[in-house]
């Protein structure tokens, strides 16, 4: 039987599981993932359960290649599990249809990229607000200019990602993340083309948003100060969770 590893409130009182105040965000169950190859199928994820709790901030360690960006792009919906479920909010990603699916990666999730993915042809403004112009919101702006205050990045609106620091840009890229005010916040390697210092500015925002907005943040890094600020680490293994350790 494999091993259940819970990372919530519900996953520590089980008996709350069933209540829908318990319900983790985040939840996959008995995850296996298989890439198909010229060679022999790969199994990048093998068995994994994992409960991911509002407003947790979860750190995903290991060596390049264990799975981190696999289970992220399952955990945002962007792929899917081979066996198993991955649940958003109550939801399983595999039974939705696209126009569901488009919804809830809009919606639920924000990511966050190491390369920032900022379009250069935007300013600071255009790049926070093109997530709600698609989805064809209303206030846009205004939205957009919260979401700078947040990342401490107000008065800087009109630049172009050109005219910006590191440290700058991937802030915008968090504020973009946060424009449909998510409930899962995904980041892959945030701080890997950052310097230490600025890094360690970028994670405790992070760790802030999460507290404050109760986003529940899982971020993949092989940074040990980003290991030391989260409240759970997970230490994947060959695709399999090999050790979780709270704080
Ligand atoms: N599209 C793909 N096709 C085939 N194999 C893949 C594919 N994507 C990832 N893999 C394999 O799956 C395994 C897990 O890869 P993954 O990218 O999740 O690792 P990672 O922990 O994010 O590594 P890193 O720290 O280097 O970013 C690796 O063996 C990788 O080669
Ligand atoms: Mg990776």
């Not at 318990?22 to 010229?38: A, E």
């Not at 992070?206 to 980003?226: D, F, G, I, K, Q």
């Amino acid at each position: 039987m494999n091993a259940w590893y819970g990372l919530g409130r519900s996953a520590t009182r089980p008996n709350d599981s069933l209540s829908p105040y318990f319900m983790p965000i985040l939840s996959l169950q008995n995850v296996t993932k298989d890439y198909s190859t010229d060679a022999a199928p790969v199994r990048a994820l093998d068995g994994v359960s994992l409960d991911v709790a509002a407003g947790e901030f979860v750190a995903l360690v290991g060596r390049s290649g264990c799975g981190k960006s696999t289970l992220l792009n399952l955990a945002g919906a962007m792929d899917f599990p081979t066996s198993g479920s991955v649940l958003l909010d109550g939801v399983a990603t595999s039974s939705l249809k696209d126009a569901e699916l488009t919804k809830l990666r809009r919606e639920k999730v924000g990511f966050i990229f190491q390369s920032f993915q900022l379009l250069n042809t935007l300013t600071v403004f255009g790049n926070v607000e093109l997530p709600l112009m698609l989805a064809g919101k209303p206030n846009a702006r205004e939205a957009a200019g919260e979401r700078l205050t947040w990342v401490e990045l107000e008065g800087l609106g009109d630049r172009y990602p050109h005219q910006l620091s590191g440290g700058q840009m991937q802030r915008v890229g968090i504020a973009r993340a946060l424009i449909h005010a998510p409930k899962l916040l995904l980041a892959d390697e945030p701080t890997g083309n950052l310097d230490t210092t600025t890094g360690n500015l970028i994670l405790e925002l992070l760790r802030r948003l999460a507290r404050e907005r109760n986003t529940a943040t899982v971020m993949a890094t092989h940074s040990a100060e980003a290991a030391a600020l989260a409240d759970v680490v997970v230490r994947l293994r060959d695709g399999k969770i090999q050790d979780v350790v709270r704080r």
